[in-house]
């Protein structure tokens, strides 16, 4: 895994009151990239001269400090409104939005309750039934309605929109700031580590919340980004985000300058911006026509690169790959975009994401991704790569049959990395043969798409 140490204080992983506070363990994300940009990095066909610790794949990120005002702001709004059992009400809601889910759809809903109706018709206690009139015929097909009700209500997921007061957001400040800057840092670096060109003037962060996303993009484009337009319902969230941006000083003395805070997204289509963000917002929709119609405006508002980013659940996974879908699916020239980055992961603050661009895909992103932990062995790896083709494949690489160079890239990559490797490396070891590129044992496996 890359590891991205949270430092708080200049203590590892500590609260913000000097107390542990829960970190999610998982995160997914999606960065979609309309603009397509010139080649970054080495040429695909990597030779000697890349170092073998620290080659241009590698992507860790390393320790990611909270700004110090950012840290001493939250220490203050903290310390001013005092909350009873902070510790303990900042785990109950990280566990709470940790295990959120989306809405279940009507079709989903016909779906399980035809299984189900189904399923008990076909078990052996509904089989003895034998009703002799119609009147029976009918009290058994009611018992057997209630009883499907009645699975269906106690299976299902009872979703509900989250109203945040000025309470539950102060507890939102100490549960999640620390693990959502760490999220959205990592995801930033990978765009800005890759496309060193890439300036952006122009912020939309969408479900803004307490503007982790603003001091994360500060911290990356702080030179060129001159306007932040924080978008969130709640207007509890908002004095939280702009008492953090003041660094907890009630004078007009601000530290992140240019930030607009808004209700609602911007109506008019001829309004873009270079950076689009959502972190952690579509699991706060209430279906899938929703989430569709936002996403759909996020990507016409996308200048140059949308993100999005989830918990690394299963639920997180599928509401990031249900965007990517709608952004890869939709027609017109304006529409098209492609994957950039899919797959890293982040040690402690775990996530996944995907990076889509719009043109077609670049020499220097055709490196295949690591998206497990490499296994170590006496004179070989085991190693799982996401590759260009949108396959993952578990390749053995020895430095005998792979190369001595190849073997300690490899050796040397975490969760999240990028495997320098030469042009269609994995292709010659699926033919097989004596000039197979060095690749032994491998395996084809459709289980993510790149």
Request: proline share 8%; net charge positive.
């Amino acid at each position: 895994m890359a590891a991205a140490v949270l430092v708080v204080g200049g203590r590892a992983m500590r609260g913000l009151v000097g107390l542990p506070l829960p970190c999610s363990p998982g995160h997914r994300a999606l960065c979609l990239a309309p603009a397509p940009a010139p080649a970054s990095g080495p040429a695909p066909g990597p030779g000697p001269q890349l170092p073998h610790r620290r080659h241009p794949g590698r992507s860790n990120l390393g320790a990611v400090r909270l700004p110090e005002p950012l840290s001493q702001a939250a220490r203050l709004l903290l310390e001013e409104n005092p909350i009873g059992r902070l510790e303990d009400s900042a785990r109950e809601l990280s566990d709470f939005l940790w295990s959120r889910k989306r809405a279940p759809e009507d079709a989903e809903l016909r779906a399980r309750a035809q299984r189900l109706e189904q399923r008990l018709r076909g078990s052996a206690e509904y089989s003895r039934t034998d009703p002799r009139g119609q009147a029976d015929k009918q009290r058994e097909e009611g018992r057997l309605r209630d009883r499907v009700l009645a699975e269906l209500r106690r299976t299902t997921y009872r979703w509900k929109p989250v109203s945040y007061n000025t309470q539950l957001s102060h507890v939102y400040v100490a549960a999640r700031l620390d693990g959502g800057y760490a999220a959205v840092t990592r995801v930033l670096y990978e765009i800005k580590k890759r496309v060193p060109e890439f300036e952006p003037r122009t912020l939309l962060d969408f479900g803004s919340g307490t503007g982790t996303v603003t001091w994360a993009s500060r911290g990356a484009w702080g030179k060129t980004l001159s306007e932040y337009l924080c978008v969130d319902s709640s207007p509890a969230m908002h004095q939280s985000a702009e008492f953090l941006m003041r660094g907890g000083s009630a004078a007009d003395t601000e530290q992140v300058t240019g930030v607009y805070f808004r209700h609602f997204l911007p109506v008019s289509p001829k309004v873009k911006f270079d950076l689009v963000v959502s972190a952690y917002s579509l699991s706060e929709l209430p279906d899938l026509s929703e989430r569709r119609r936002v996403i759909e405006t996020l990507w016409r508002k996308t200048e140059g690169f949308l993100v999005l980013i989830e918990n690394g659940t299963k639920e997180g996974h599928r509401m990031v790959m249900e965007a990517r879908d709608i952004v890869l699916k939709a027609e017109g020239e304006e529409s098209c975009g492609h994957v950039f980055a899919p797959n890293p992961g982040m040690k402690l603050e775990k996530f996944s994401y995907v990076i889509l661009r719009r043109g077609p895909r670049a020499k220097a992103e055709s490196w295949p991704r690591v998206v497990q932990p490499v296994l170590c062995r006496p004179r070989h790896i085991h190693a799982h790569l996401c590759c260009a083709d949108g396959t993952v494949r578990h390749v053995v690489i020895t430095p005998r049959k792979s190369g001595r160079d190849l073997y300690r890239w490899a050796r040397n990559c975490c969760w999240g990395d990028r495997l320098p490797t030469p042009p269609d490396w994995i292709a010659a070891g699926d033919r097989g043969g004596p000039n197979s590129g060095g690749v032994s044992g491998v395996r084809a496996d459709a289980q993510e798409e790149s």
